[in-house]
Nanobody, 123 residues
Framework: EVQLVESGGGLVQPGGSLRLSCAAS????????MSWVRQAPGKGPEWVSI????????DYADSVKGRFTISRDNAKNTLYLQMNNLKPEDTAVYYC????????????????WGQGTQVTVSS
C-alpha cells in the first residue's frame, strides 16, 4: 500500500522558514518523480515544485522560485521542501504527491497524495 506522510508544517511569522518532510512507503521511491502541491483556503490546488527520481532536476512555480528548495533522500525514502522567506500568501495545506510512472512534467499526472500538512504564515 502506497503511503505518503507529510510533517513539518506549523505557524510561522512572515520571513520565517519551515522544512516539510514526506515519508514514502509501499513503492520503490527512487524510481518516481515527486512533487509538492498546495491548496489555500477557498482555492484550488496549486503546483509548487517537482523533482526527478534521481534528484538532479527540479522545477518551481514562479510564486516560490528563489525561496523554496525541493530535495529528496532516496536512501531514506523521504521528500523535502525547504521554505524560506515565507509570506502570508504561502498559507495553505501542503501535499506530497507521487507522479504516475511516465508522466511528463507538463502533464504532472499524480496517482497518490499524502494527507497534507498545514502551513500558516501570520504575524
Amino acid at each position: 500500500e502506497v503511503q505518503l506522510v507529510e510533517s513539518g508544517g506549523g505557524l510561522v511569522q512572515p520571513g520565517g522558514s519551515l522544512r516539510l518532510s514526506c515519508a514514502a512507503s509501499g513503492f520503490t521511491f527512487s524510481v518516481y518523480d515527486m512533487s509538492w502541491v498546495r491548496q489555500a483556503p477557498g482555492k484550488g490546488p496549486e503546483w509548487v515544485s517537482i523533482i526527478n527520481s534521481g534528484g538532479g532536476s527540479t522545477d518551481y512555480a514562479d510564486s516560490v522560485k528563489g525561496r523554496f528548495t525541493i530535495s529528496r533522500d532516496n536512501a531514506k525514502n523521504t521528500l523535502y521542501l525547504q521554505m524560506n522567506n515565507l509570506k502570508p500568501e504561502d498559507t495553505a495545506v501542503y501535499y506530497c504527491t507521487k507522479l504516475k510512472y511516465g508522466s511528463t512534467w507538463s502533464e504532472k499526472e499524480y496517482d497518490f497524495w499524502g494527507q497534507g500538512t498545514q502551513v500558516t504564515v501570520s504575524s
